[in-house]
């Protein structure tokens, strides 16, 4: 009999494992985009309510990046990649292939460089979640908004969300070769109700 704590680990366990595989393939993504090599590691997957989101990316500052994408397909719901603006600025410049500048505006360039990151990274997600389930998921066209925390976050609201709906939420840590300094932000996978239990249901290593 699989006690309530044990399902649980378990699920931690396949959270973990499809996020891991995830990582690999936006960082091969990533690696060939910029010709260098990129790891991205998964120090942590957590299961946290939708109330408690802007909480825990304000961590990341006053300021942050969001690109956001609908799922579509078999599941459905949002993704949400978030970074710290000035981080969000050095993957800029090193997708772009320039010397590091926290200062540098993000101008449209840049815009789109966050957009094809957040498509790159949340795609690869997506597609190791759709590997794992046996389903099928599709991301949309990415949509970015840049700003105070708060209303970046905001602005990604579903009108009929909840503060008690669940949301998956892997931290992700970026390194190029040759950078010492991590780049991190989170990605966030909020289902809508209908797909939550179908997941939990799914990902268990049992």
Not at 62 to 69: P, S
Request: proline content about 5%; overall charge negative.
């Amino acid at each position: 009999m699989t006690l309530p704590h044990d399902l649980d680990s378990l699920r931690r366990d396949g959270l973990r494992e499809v996020a891991t595989i995830g990582a690999g393939h936006a960082a091969t993504a990533l690696s060939q985009l910029t010709d260098r090599r990129i790891m991205i590691s998964v120090p942590q997957v957590r299961r946290v309510n939708f109330g408690e989101v802007p909480k825990m990316v304000s961590l990341f500052g006053d300021h942050v990046a969001v690109v956001a994408m609908r799922m579509l397909g078999d599941l459905t719901g949002r993704s949400l990649l978030v970074f710290g603006e000035e981080d969000a600025t050095r993957i800029c410049d090193l997708i772009l292939r320039r010397p590091s500048d926290p200062r540098r505006a993000l101008g449209e360039l840049e815009q789109s460089g966050l957009k094809e990151v957040g498509n790159i990274v949340c795609s690869a997600y997506l597609t190791a979640l759709s590997n794992f389930m046996g389903m099928m998921l599709l991301p949309s066209v990415p949509a970015l908004t840049i700003g105070p925390t708060a209303a970046a976050i905001a602005s990604t609201v579903d009108p009929n969300e909840s503060e008690a709906d669940l949301v998956f939420c892997v931290d992700t840590a970026f390194r190029a070769d040759g950078s010492e300094t991590p780049l991190t932000g989170a990605f966030l996978l909020m289902p809508d109700q209908a797909s939550i239990q179908a997941i939990l249901e799914a990902i268990r290593l049992d």
